[in-house]
């Protein structure tokens, strides 16, 4: 049976990371706006091979959009690692989507301050909509929203090769991501910063650093993994044995 809103556990690049996914086949942005829409990797696997990944994330973005959650509801979502990343699929559905995302991180970061051995549970939020973000930014200027410590905001460019100007964005944003063609990049001579690592082990996008801008070589495959139920239970896994789910 499908819980309220399921988690999942990452591996490949994500190894250690908790995701928070929506279903980009059921998002208007992801299938109307978005300036990769014709080559995403998660719309293609989430439409083939990773078909039985698409029902929970559906379920996810309609229980994460049409209302705010209960603490509750926050409290029944299981997040088995200390560093999450909110949209490794999907996109933001609207504003109360971004809200509930921002009182989990809250909820965290509160609970954390009363509660020993409660662990502070580090957020990271990708996105390419710039106006929920202001929105957001708004709102917390004029005292309607409180702002967690422990979530971070990272701008997704909107097209391969484009990297967007940091000022012209939210402040809310810590940082630009960027996906470059290998070519393009190497003509351009663009630092390549997000390399072959794991998240776990760089870290700059989930930690306070002075890096504004990352830049990430365009891959064939990404690699990420979800690991099915089986797997999660066996404590060895060749790679073969995962299940490649990509990535926004
Ligand atoms: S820069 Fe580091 S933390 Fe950010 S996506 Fe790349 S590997 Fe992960």
Known sequence: MNKFISSSIMSGKLENITGLNTSPLVNHFCLNI????????????LKTFRKSSNPS????????????????EIQSIKFPRNTV?????????????????????KYYEDTAKYKSNF???????WTKRNELIQLLEDNIK?????????????????YIDNRTNKNTLSKL????FTVYNSKYALSKNIKINCTGKKCVECMLCYTDNKVTY????????QPVFIKTKEERSTKKHSLSNYNLIGVK
């Not at 994330?57 to 309609?62: A, V």
């Not at 990352?214 to 495959?221: G, P, S, T």
């Open 34 to 45: 978005c300036g990769i829409r014709n080559i995403c990797y998660s719309q293609n696997m």
């Open 57 to 72: 994330f559906k379920l996810n973005g309609k229980n994460l959009s049409q209302k705010l959650l209960t603490v509750e």
């Open 85 to 105: 990343r909110f949209n490794a699929h999907g996109e933001l559905l609207n504003y109360t989507h971004l809200l509930n995302l921002v009182r989990i991180a």
């Open 119 to 125: 662990p502070l549970k580090v957020f990271t939020l």
């Open 142 to 158: 004029a005292s309607k929203v409180k702002m967690p410590s422990n979530m971070y905001f990272i701008y997704s460019s909107m």
């Open 173 to 176: 944003f810590n940082k630009v």
């Open 214 to 221: 990352i830049n990430e070589v365009e891959k064939k495959q």
